[in-house]
Nanobody, 128 residues
Framework: VQLVESGGGLVQAGGSLRLSCAAS????????MGWFRQAPGKEREFVAA????????YYADSVKGRFSISRDYAKKMVYLQMNSLRPEDTAVYYCAVRPSDCSGYGCAFDSLLKYDYWGQGTQVTVSS
């Protein structure tokens, strides 16, 4: 499975960006997807996740109300709309995939350990 992120860049505080992640290769028919980020000198942290059906989403407290995750199942794409960006959102953003047919509560996974495939990341820089 290959994951390719795009949409990162430099933006002023208060601005918006939309990240995209394209999955290809031998992907399972059903899989959960997530976004994580890693700032310099810090551990990789959870940002947002979505279940395979799209019916379940989950967000880190730090982005709740500002970021929105969505997916296009047919196109094997996942998106992260980021609004009201802050300098502390600066990081490399990674998408990840977990084959899963789980669709109910708790099926948007927030643990790095639950994901099997990772992209190379896209840099997001927010200037103050």
């Amino acid at each position: 499975v290959q994951l390719v992120e795009s949409g990162g860049g430099l933006v002023q505080a208060g601005g918006s960006l939309r990240l995209s992640c394209a999955a290809s290769g031998r992907t399972s028919s059903r899989y959960a997807m997530g976004w994580f980020r890693q700032a310099p000198g810090k551990e990789r942290e959870f940002v947002a996740a979505i279940s395979w059906s799209g019916g379940e989403t989950y967000y880190a407290d730090s982005v709740k109300g500002r970021f929105s995750i969505s997916r296009d199942y047919a196109k094997k794409m996942v998106y992260l709309q980021m609004n009201s960006l802050r300098p502390e959102d600066t990081a490399v953003y990674y998408c990840a995939v977990r084959p899963s047919d789980c669709s109910g509560y708790g099926c948007a996974f927030d643990s790095l350990l639950k994901y099997d495939y990772w992209g190379q990341g896209t840099q997001v820089t927010v200037s103050s």
